[in-house]
């Protein structure tokens, strides 16, 4: 992504907010077509970059454009380069956001398909809201991530009007703190998306379930976690849809992984952009690390992060998921882990 003065017509590879001569909004120049045009294999192993040999591409778009990537594969000078794309609902994309959050979640939902949606189709956004902590800890989804994804919406024609966020707490602290403490509630006052407390909605049996009836006024939901190393954060965050009293009846009768099944199979279609930029490690301090990933198999996200972070044990709810069996698109593993 390169960013562009209307008027001077200078470009930026990163989003400077105007133009420092002109004072004007800068335009986003997607690009369309992208050549190889330099090719260094990397031999020797780095400490950011253990696995070698690997590949640093120079690409070129159609308007001249340069910039460098990370390829596990190898290119000649010359080869289109193409992110290929794919309608599996099991697909997994990976993108690496730079210095556009836009920008990756833009790219990860057009890789897995680019959704069936129109312009009045009600959503129902779902982000991780566990503590009332202020943003930096990262132990929600973070308010410039959740800002970027109503930008995305927006930009596809989504109407304020058909958006709802929705959360609710589990334990004593009141959601209203969580929203407010983390910033996401600034997020929809400031966008005029109307907050809604889960707890608070009527809820419908379905099956072992009582499900908020926010779920099923839309036509689809978002869920938007922040993931966390060690956590299998995406697939959870949709328990968030139960009446807690439901809920915790059924953790305490059957293992998550056969909750998660069974409540995807009643839910409507539920599609997962994670927020993986700046995330809590193990001992919960906060670390950088740069990608959003997609997919509309929660699971798979995350079965892929912890293939990245590789960080404590593989959540219960991950074991039987085989890694070889998930296609992952956009960047591969190599290019992202640790
Ligand atoms: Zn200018």
Not at 83 to 112: H, M, P
Not at 196 to 203: G, H, R
Not at 292 to 321: M, Q, V, W, Y
Request: proline share 4%; hydrophobic share 40%.
């Amino acid at each position: 992504m390169f960013y562009q003065c209307s008027k001077c017509k200078k470009v930026w590879q990163y989003p400077v907010e105007k133009c420092p001569d002109c004072f004007l909004k800068l335009d986003r120049l997607e690009n369309k077509k992208i050549k190889v045009i330099g090719v260094s294999k990397v031999t020797i192993p780095t400490l950011f970059h253990p696995k070698a040999p690997y590949f640093v591409l120079v690409l070129e778009d159609e308007k001249g454009n340069k910039w460098v990537q990370k390829s596990v594969r190898e290119y000649k000078i010359g080869d289109n380069f193409e992110i290929q794309k794919s309608r599996d609902k099991n697909a997994v994309a990976i993108w690496r956001i730079k210095y556009d959050v836009l920008e990756g979640i833009e790219k990860v939902i057009e890789i897995i398909g680019d959704l069936d949606l129109k312009e009045n189709s009600k959503i129902l956004i779902l982000p991780s809201l566990y503590k009332a902590s202020h943003s930096y800890f990262r132990d929600n989804t973070s308010p410039e991530f959740l800002q970027a994804t109503l930008n995305f919406l927006f930009q596809k024609g989504f109407k304020p009007e058909n958006i709802k966020i929705g959360a609710q707490s589990f334990d004593e602290t009141s959601v209203e703190s969580k929203a407010k403490k983390s910033g996401l509630l600034d997020v929809c006052l400031k966008n005029k998306i109307s907050p809604s407390d889960l707890s608070k909605t009527k809820f419908i049996k379905k099956e072992n379930f009582e499900i908020s009836e926010e779920a099923f006024k839309s036509d689809f939901i978002l869920n938007l976690p922040i993931l966390k190393m060690g956590k299998a954060s995406a697939s959870e965050n949709p328990f968030f849809l139960l009446k807690k009293e439901n809920y915790l009846r059924l953790k305490h009768l059957s293992e998550d992984k056969e909750i998660f099944e069974n409540l995807n199979k009643v839910l409507p279609q539920c599609l997962t952009v994670a927020e993986a930029d700046s995330i809590q490690d193990l001992e919960k301090f906060t670390t950088f690390f740069g990608l959003a990933i997609a997919s509309l198999n929660a699971l798979n996200i995350d079965r892929i992060f912890f293939e990245i972070t590789k960080k404590g044990e593989l959540p219960e709810i991950l074991k039987e998921i085989k890694i070889e069996n998930i296609p992952i698109l956009g960047r591969k593993i190599e290019e992202v882990a640790l």
